[in-house]
């Protein structure tokens, strides 16, 4: 029974958001001003909801951070580019040496029983 309530309940929240994007698709390409009044409300409404103060404002800084650079892209194609760029940025700085010193530290927990080892 708690499986059926679990996926009707992510249905529901799948047409929640289906809908919330077609209508900001639909704002979008009508009044531009609009939605980017909206996409701002809706930041600032997920930013308010954050109760850690310096995970709130690292988050801040990283949404100003990431206007200030459309802001100056020009164009469509240009805002792509950075948003690629600043994902790609993002992971080689932060995911990618995380990850590798999980790596090590996996290896090194496993050198003596194998269990993180990988295989060679």
Same mark, same amino acid.
């Given at each position: 029974?708690?499986?059926?309530?679990?996926? !009707?309940?992510?249905? !529901?929240?799948?047409?929640?958001?289906?809908?919330?994007?077609?209508?900001?698709?639909?704002?979008?390409?009508?009044?531009?001003?609009?939605?980017?009044?909206?996409? !701002?409300?809706?930041?600032?409404?997920?930013?308010?909801?954050?109760?850690?103060?310096?995970? !709130?404002?690292?988050?801040?800084?990283?949404?100003?951070?990431?206007?200030?650079?459309?802001?100056?892209?020009?164009? +469509?194609?240009?805002?792509?580019?950075?948003? +690629?760029?600043?994902?790609?940025?993002?992971?080689?700085?932060?995911? +990618?040496?995380?990850? +590798?010193?999980?790596?090590?530290?996996?290896?090194?927990?496993?050198?003596?029983?194998?269990?993180?080892?990988?295989?060679?």
């Amino acid at each position: 029974m708690e499986t059926i309530d679990w996926e !009707k309940e992510r249905e !529901k929240i799948r047409e929640a958001a289906l809908e919330r994007h077609a209508r900001l698709h639909r704002l979008f390409h009508e009044d531009r001003l609009a939605f980017e009044r909206e996409r !701002k409300r809706m930041i600032n409404s997920f930013l308010q909801s954050i109760e850690d103060p310096a995970r !709130k404002e690292r988050l801040e800084e990283i949404q100003e951070a990431w206007d200030k650079r459309m802001r100056h892209a020009g164009s +469509q194609y240009n805002r792509f580019v950075l948003a +690629q760029t600043f994902f790609w940025d993002h992971f080689y700085r932060n995911w +990618q040496p995380a990850l +590798q010193d999980l790596s090590t530290l996996c290896n090194k927990l496993g050198e003596g029983n194998g269990d993180c080892n990988r295989s060679k």
